[in-house]
């Protein structure tokens, strides 16, 4: 059984996977990554194999250490003023490369950008820090379906196929992070995600695009609208549920499981994968309805989920 206690000493064992290009799962605050040396080609292959996920979609870089981003990446005062303020936390920063490493070119899928993030879990700091390399790590799932929150959803989906699963407990955020492109002079929002909207606006004193804004050019590459998916079919803002589905519920309703009796979206947004998965595997239900949830704050980023949840291409 690969799945190990975060304790030091399995975290070094980790760390020389990741150096001698092996993939480690570990804990982040929005969801487990499965990672890999950012410099070690056989490492990145391995992840988009064992994923089944396409090689034109790009991997985020986790850093430990603010100076990385500017060694390949082209950074300025907005960038660094995001890193400084929000990292380490649920924030991933899309900036233009540097020509200077074409090492990183698979994890980057060819592209002239790069995306990074500093997560806020002190296991998975340590990993970057012992493995002295940046580590690109995709939401540790196979392709298309629901997202990790516990080491034990990592095991579902991958078994033994990957080297080692550093278990840390529950995300605590539940969510993937927010993703902005600063690459142009308006600031962009690739995907909504841990980090409320409101409070980087709030932090900029500037407005940030949304696909409501431009709709046809923002999206991710990886951003394809069936994803998240669990293979029962899935409404959503369903207030009045059938007799086959599961109900995921969200403030004082009767239902299977509730999101967050006190309509709090972080709690909402923490058990969202978790929730999913076991409505996905009930056996006494054939298809699934979630409440509605309101699209503030985390809840942008939830309603971005079950909305690709719902979609059935
Ligand atoms: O919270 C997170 O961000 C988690 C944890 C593990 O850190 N990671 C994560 O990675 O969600 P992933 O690969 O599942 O999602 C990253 C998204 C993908 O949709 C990908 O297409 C997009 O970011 N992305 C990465 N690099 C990009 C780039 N250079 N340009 C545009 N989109 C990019
Ligand atoms: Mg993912």
């Not at 070690?40 to 430990?64: C, D, E, Q, Y």
């Not at 980090?195 to 696909?211: D, N, V, Y």
């Not at 394809?224 to 007799?243: D, F, L, W």
């Not at 309509?263 to 909402?268: G, N």
Request: aromatic share 6%; proline share 6%.
């Amino acid at each position: 059984m690969s799945i190990k206690a975060a304790n030091t000493e399995n975290i070094l064992q980790a760390a020389q996977i990741i150096k001698d290009g092996g993939l480690v799962s570990f804990p982040t605050e929005t969801v487990y990554g499965l990672g890999a040396n950012v410099y070690n080609s056989f490492g990145v292959a391995h992840i988009f194999a064992v994923k089944k996920r396409p090689t034109f979609n790009p991997l985020i870089s986790h850093i430990a250490d603010i100076d990385f981003m500017s060694e390949y990446a082209q950074t300025d005062s907005r960038a660094i003023a995001l890193a400084k303020k929000f990292w380490p936390g649920p924030l991933t920063l899309l900036l233009n490369r540097k020509d200077n490493n074409p090492s990183i070119d698979l994890a980057c899928a060819g592209l002239p950008s790069i995306t990074v993030r500093m997560p806020n879990n002190p296991i998975a700091l340590e990993l970057i820090k012992q493995s002295q390399v940046p580590i690109v790590a995709p939401s540790a799932n196979i392709s298309q379906s629901i997202s990790p929150t516990t080491a034990q959803h990592v095991y579902d989906d991958f078994g033994e196929k990957i080297d080692m699963i550093l278990d840390g407990g529950p995300c605590s955020v539940g969510v993937e992070s927010t993703i902005l492109d600063l690459t142009s002079k308006q600031i962009r929002l690739l995907r909504a995600g841990g980090l409320a909207i409101e409070e980087i606006q709030a932090f900029l004193g500037e407005k940030i695009l949304t696909s409501e804004d431009i709709p046809a050019k923002i999206t991710a590459p990886g951003q394809m609208s069936k994803h998240y998916a669990p293979k029962k079919a899935t409404r959503i803002n369903v207030t009045t549920p059938q007799e086959d589905e599961f109900f995921i519920g969200f403030g004082n309703m009767e239902c299977q499981l509730n999101l967050s009796k006190t309509q709090d979206l972080h709690e909402a947004a923490g058990n969202l994968f978790a929730y999913l998965r076991t409505a996905n595997e009930d056996a006494n239900t054939s298809k699934i309805a979630i409440a509605p949830i309101p699209n503030i704050g985390l809840g942008l980023a939830i309603n971005d989920r079950i909305i690709r949840a719902s979609k059935k291409e």
